[in-house]
């Protein structure tokens, strides 16, 4: 059955301080892992796109990685409106997404 | 930036009662989906739709939930007799052919069943 497990749960960072979001996954022909954003009531927004092992991928602070089990979101130097809670998904030989139980993510002024 | 627009943005109905969630997808997009979110738990998939018709369900997609695309751009999830573990966020998604750029997802409907 395809799985997605996030850790840590929760992460609290001071400000300036980087850190590693973890999403390992099992899925029968993997088509993809995908990086969301979540505000609290609103829908996931769209980040990263990560289809083979060893690929990146960047935007301003964050930064994705993928290797052959589990995927990477490294945050460099977070501020406040990083906050949020990060969700990883994968996508298998279907076309919906399975969704870990993210990651919430409070960076502290 | 396109997006997707759900209406209502919560609503509140009696347990057995029928519920239509509308969203209107991003127009040039051919797939779209409906999820699911109980508070404090994953997003789980419902149902995609390409071509008119349903192309993957869950186990949750019984038949108490039916989805229609009534015209060129809208499209909606039915809830029948609903329950009171019905109650969640439902956010409605469209992709483009490949997917590559992931899903982009709607701000939701929240569901309370009373």
């Known amino acids: ?109 | 930036e396109p997006e997707v627009t759900q209406t209502p943005s919560h609503q509140v109905t009696q347990m057995g009662q029928e519920v239509i969630l509308r969203c209107v997808p991003i127009s040039n997009h051919l797939y779209f989906y409906w999820y699911r979110q109980i508070l404090g738990q994953k997003v789980e998939f419902l149902v995609s739709f390409y071509n008119n018709e349903i192309s993957e369900k869950s186990e949750i997609f019984d038949d108490q939930f039916s989805v229609e695309r009534p015209d060129g751009s809208n499209f909606t999830l039915k809830i029948r007799s609903t329950k009171l573990e019905d109650s969640a966020m439902y956010f409605c998604a469209s992709s483009d052919r490949t997917g590559a750029d992931g899903y982009t997802f709607g701000s939701g409907t929240r569901l309370t069943v009373v």
Do not use: M
């Open chain 1, 1 to 109: 059955e395809d799985q997605v497990t996030q850790s840590p749960e929760a992460l609290r960072l001071q400000e300036g301080e980087s850190s590693s979001l973890n999403c390992s996954y099992t899925v029968s022909g993997l088509r993809g892992l995908f990086w969301y954003r979540q505000d609290p009531g609103k829908g996931p927004e769209f980040l990263f796109t990560l289809y083979s092992a060893g690929e990146e991928k960047e935007k301003e602070r964050l930064k994705a990685t993928l290797t052959k089990k589990e995927s990477f979101l490294h945050i460099t130097a977070p501020k406040p409106e990083d906050s949020a809670t990060y969700l990883c998904a994968v996508r298998g030989t279907g076309n919906q997404f399975y969704f870990g139980t993210g990651t919430s993510l409070t960076v502290i002024p």
